[in-house]
């Protein structure tokens, strides 16, 4: 069955480290990619997006993310946390369709 | 943000009783989806629609029908509501294999 995993229900981070938040996909061809951020009470923001190319894309609040083919993967990554940065993540995926398939989301909490 | 409102933004019902929920965008975009949003489950989709009056099942449909019949407006419709669907529900917008744009939400819960 076709699925994405965020394996990562929670992460505690200190404020200023790195964080990686990771998705990994399971369909035969290359999907579009999709990160998106949920503050509490809110709807979901668009942060960044793969369709083609360069395999490393930058997305806004300065988060960027790597879609690496071999691993089926499309990992979020932040060099320097920000207490506003606590929310959820949801990861998703779209074949065709325009069906967007959406992770069960990883929560991230900011310690000062 | 792109222009999306949904109606009510909280409401609780009874068991058994019909509810509708509204999605309305001014983005003149083609596609228009629901979902639904509970813990450990992510976003799973209940329907979409391609174009007006043309609407499609997605992975959690029983219980739901959905209806458009202008551009700018997608009704979610729960013909008898259950517990089992006190959720928080998402529409969301897309001109085609792109972004979704989410609107704000409305939480529903039914008693």
Same mark, same amino acid.
């Given at each position: =069955?076709?699925?994405?995993?965020?394996?990562?229900?929670?992460?505690?981070?200190?404020?200023? =480290?790195?964080?990686? /938040?990771?998705?990994?996909?399971?369909?035969? *061809?290359?999907?579009? @990619?999709?990160?998106?951020?949920?503050?509490?009470?809110?709807? /979901?923001? @668009? @942060? /960044?997006?793969? &369709?083609?190319?360069?395999?490393?894309?930058? %997305?806004?609040? %300065? &988060?960027? *993310?790597?879609?690496?083919?071999?691993?089926?993967?499309?990992? /979020?990554?932040?060099?320097?946390?920000?207490?506003?940065? *606590? =929310?959820?993540? &949801?990861? =998703?995926?779209? @074949?065709?369709?325009?069906?967007?398939?959406? %992770?069960?989301?990883?929560?991230?909490?900011?310690?000062? | #943000?792109?222009?999306?409102?949904?109606?009510?933004?909280?409401?609780?019902?009874? !068991?058994? !009783?019909?509810?509708?929920?509204?999605?309305?965008?001014?983005?003149?975009?083609?596609?228009?989806?629901?979902?639904?949003? #509970?813990?450990?489950?992510?976003?799973?989709?209940?329907?979409?629609?391609?174009?007006?009056?043309?609407? #499609?099942?997605?992975?959690?449909? #029983?219980?739901? $029908?959905?209806?458009?019949?202008?551009?700018?407006?997608?009704?979610? !419709?729960?013909?008898?509501?259950?517990? $089992?669907?006190? $959720?928080?529900?998402?529409?969301?917008?897309?001109?085609?294999?792109?972004?979704?744009?989410?609107?704000?939400?409305?939480?529903?819960?039914?008693?």
């Amino acid at each position: =069955a076709q699925s994405v995993t965020q394996p990562d229900i929670h992460i505690t981070v200190s404020e200023g =480290a790195s964080l990686e /938040l990771r998705c990994n996909y399971s369909y035969g *061809a290359t999907p579009y @990619l999709f990160w998106y951020v949920q503050s509490p009470g809110q709807g /979901l923001q @668009l @942060l /960044l997006k793969y &369709f083609s190319g360069d395999t490393l894309v930058q %997305g806004i609040k %300065g &988060f960027e *993310a790597e879609f690496k083919r071999s691993q089926s993967s499309f990992n /979020l990554r932040k060099p320097s946390v920000h207490w506003s940065d *606590a =929310a959820e993540y &949801f990861c =998703a995926v779209v @074949l065709s369709g325009n069906q967007f398939y959406f %992770g069960t989301g990883t929560s991230l909490t900011v310690i000062p | #943000d792109a222009g999306i409102t949904q109606s009510p933004r909280h409401k609780v019902t009874e !068991t058994g !009783t019909p509810v509708t929920l509204r999605c309305h965008q001014t983005e003149n975009h083609r596609y228009m989806y629901w979902y639904r949003q #509970d813990p450990g489950h992510g976003l799973r989709l209940i329907h979409y629609s391609y174009g007006v009056k043309d609407t #499609d099942k997605g992975e959690v449909s #029983d219980g739901y $029908s959905v209806s458009r019949s202008k551009t700018e407006d997608f009704l979610l !419709t729960l013909e008898s509501a259950t517990s $089992s669907q006190t $959720s928080v529900y998402f529409c969301a917008i897309s001109e085609g294999e792109e972004t979704q744009y989410f609107g704000p939400g409305t939480r529903l819960l039914v008693l």
